[in-house]
Nanobody
Framework: VRLVESGGGSVQPGGSLRLSCATSGFTFSNYAMSWYRQAPGKEREKVASISSGGRTTNLADSVKGRFTISRDNAKDTVFLQMNSLKPEDTAVYYC????????WGQGTQVTVSS
């Protein structure tokens, strides 16, 4: 299983980023996928999940109305569109199969600061 997150960076509050997670080593379309984040000194938090077919999504209360999760089963990739970013969104973001929450990629750093 390989999970490669990308798209992170440094933005000002109110900015946007789109994260991507390219996957391989498993049948992507069979699995629900999730995005997680972990800030320094804090526990990992699940921020979004999407069903295998993409019809059902769930978002943490802290990101509802600002983040959107989507997937492209033809490209074995899951995305996280992040708008109206806040300093408290600063964290390393990881993707993974929802059923295997301990399988992570290397993560991508998101920093929101003025």
């Amino acid at each position: 299983v390989r999970l490669v997150e990308s798209g992170g960076g440094s933005v000002q509050p109110g900015g946007s980023l789109r994260l991507s997670c390219a996957t391989s080593g498993f049948t992507f379309s069979n699995y629900a996928m999730s995005w997680y984040r972990q800030a320094p000194g804090k526990e990992r938090e699940k921020v979004a999940s999407i069903s295998s077919g993409g019809r059902t999504t769930n978002l943490a209360d802290s990101v509802k109305g600002r983040f959107t999760i989507s997937r492209d089963n033809a490209k074995d990739t899951v995305f996280l569109q992040m708008n109206s970013l806040k300093p408290e969104d600063t964290a390393v973001y990881y993707c993974g199969r929802s059923a295997y929450p301990n399988d992570w990629g290397q993560g991508t750093q998101v920093t929101v600061s003025s």
